[in-house]
């Protein structure tokens, strides 16, 4: 099965995990135990809002409801329903772990 790369360019110093094909960006993060807050895990809620530097993402048939209109046009995605369409980089999840 093909395997995509996520840079983590927020941590230091930077690394990369390796992504499934067909599994969410946010699985993979918690699987390579990169903390990042979480809720609903539907595109609901946004808790997991974080911003994609380059690459792209798929929702597939889903909608990311928890994403407002000004936060996509800068460049905010929700990784609990998205999967890697091809390698990306992603920088800090916007909401924080306490």
Known sequence: MPQKKIQLDFLDPEQS???NQGES???ALLCANIPIKQACTNGVCGVCLTP???GEIDYADR?????NEK???NG????????????????R????LR
Do not use: M, N, W
């Open 17 to 19: 995990i390796q992504v």
């Open 25 to 27: 960006i946010l699985d």
């Open 52 to 54: 994609l530097l380059s």
């Open 63 to 67: 909608q990311p409801h928890g994403l």
């Open 71 to 73: 936060e996509k046009q």
């Open 76 to 91: 905010y995605f929700l990784p609990c329903i998205a999967t890697c369409k091809t390698d990306i980089a992603i920088g």
């Open 93 to 96: 999840p916007k909401v924080r």
